[in-house]
């Protein structure tokens, strides 16, 4: 059993995407999950940390963390260190008080404490709340926060409006980024979205209307991958595909009062529902309202809706959906 540590504020959209790299996943407190196992594609996650493999859990202080980790068997050998979390502030813990008492319990145990580079970490977890808790398990695997560094700004190619890279890495794992899959994205603009699949180890295929928005995907894409990419110019509602050609669709539809687009919004957007499901299998689209009954008019079937509130006016829709 793990223990894995969500980013962000939302922990239904966080645990959602984690489900696409762990088993199980089951709600443990703000800001906490539990899992049965992890999938190579963890290192990918975009609203999780870290993982640890629990050892046990109890009521948020620091006399039951000792008492955790006192009944505990410990199994491993070398040098550990303790880092203890308030998660989102929620238990007011003192946690340098947390580090020191389960440290010199280790040490009472035989352990040497190095915290600058040891061999195991422990990490005690406090979470709070009306299911608040304390857990405490062995570090096991942490995801790689490297698409912060590459913001949109830092590309050959930006426009205004181009979506952060950490919601558009957890679209990709959602649709089903990885190794072996082909992703499309019919609306690609920039290509956002599809840097963050082609980085989670997907084969990407972008599709835009606009040659300026082609061509600029294009850059993008060359500067960020190491090829498996292909863009073309074309229609969203008339894909240049033969029927399957793709595993997965993701797409972030034109916003109403900032579309530039022409023609009618809502028949775009169901065209482009009814090609992908001509296409693919799976699909995610985001939007500033929920398509899901044109995604059903389109044949395809819900699994999920999450609302995400960007600021006063603006709210993201996602909606998961598959054949």
């Given at each position: 059993m793990y223990v894995l540590e969500l980013a962000g504020q939302d922990d239904e959209f966080a645990a959602y995407e984690a489900e696409h790299a762990a088993s199980d996943v089951s709600p443990l407190a703000p800001g906490l999950v539990t899992a049965r196992g992890l999938s190579e594609q963890f290192d990918h996650l975009a609203y999780t940390h870290r993982a640890s493999?629990?050892?046990?859990?109890?009521?948020?202080?620091?006399?039951?963390?000792?008492?955790i980790l006192s009944?505990?068997?410990?199994?491993?050998?070398?040098?550990?260190?303790?880092?203890?979390?308030?998660?989102?502030?929620t238990t007011g813990i003192d946690t340098q008080e947390v580090e020191r008492t389960l440290g010199a319990e280790l040490v009472d145990r035989g352990f040497e404490v190095d915290?600058?580079?040891?061999?195991?970490?422990?990490?005690?977890?406090?979470?709070?709340?009306?299911?608040?808790?304390?857990?405490?398990?062995?570090?096991?695997?942490?995801?790689?926060?490297?698409?912060?560094?590459?913001?949109?700004?830092?590309?050959p190619f930006f426009q205004p409006g181009s979506m952060d890279p950490m919601l558009a890495r957890a679209?990709?794992?959602?649709?089903?980024?990885?190794?072996?899959?082909?992703?499309?994205?019919?609306?690609?603009?920039?290509?956002?979205?599809?840097?963050?699949?082609?980085?989670?180890?997907?084969?990407?295929?972008?599709?835009?209307?606009?040659?300026k928005m082609a061509r600029g995907s294009r850059e993008n894409l060359a500067d960020?991958?190491?090829?498996?990419?292909?863009?073309?110019?074309?229609?969203?509602?008339?894909?240049?595909?033969?029927?399957?050609?793709v595993d997965t669709v993701v797409f972030d539809a034109p916003y109403g009062r900032q579309s530039k687009i022409e023609g009618d919004l809502g028949e775009l957007v169901s065209d482009a529902l009814r090609e992908a499901r001509r296409v693919g299998s799976r699909c995610v689209v985001v939007g500033d309202k929920p398509?899901?009954?044109?995604?059903?008019?389109?044949?395809?079937?819900?699994?999920?809706?999450?609302?995400?509130?960007?600021?006063?006016?603006?709210?993201?829709?996602?909606?998961?959906l598959r054949t």
């Open positions: 493999e629990l050892i046990g859990r109890g009521v948020p202080t620091v006399a039951d963390a000792r008492a009944a505990a068997t410990i199994d491993r050998e070398g040098s550990v260190a303790v880092r203890a979390v308030d998660v989102r502030s915290l600058d580079d040891p061999d195991h970490e422990l990490r005690a977890l406090f979470s709070g709340g009306e299911n608040g808790t304390c857990a405490l398990g062995w570090l096991a695997a942490e995801t790689n926060r490297g698409f912060g560094e590459h913001t949109p700004t830092d590309r679209l990709a794992n959602i649709a089903g980024a990885r190794p072996g899959a082909t992703v499309l994205d019919p609306m690609c603009g920039t290509g956002g979205i599809l840097i963050e699949a082609g980085l989670a180890g997907a084969d990407v295929v972008g599709v835009d209307v606009q040659e960020a991958l190491d090829g498996g990419f292909e863009v073309i110019r074309g229609d969203g509602g008339r894909l240049p595909l033969s029927d399957d050609a398509w899901a009954q044109p995604a059903h008019n389109a044949g395809w079937t819900t699994e999920a809706v999450f609302d995400r509130r960007v600021h006063r006016s603006l709210t993201r829709y996602i909606v998961v």
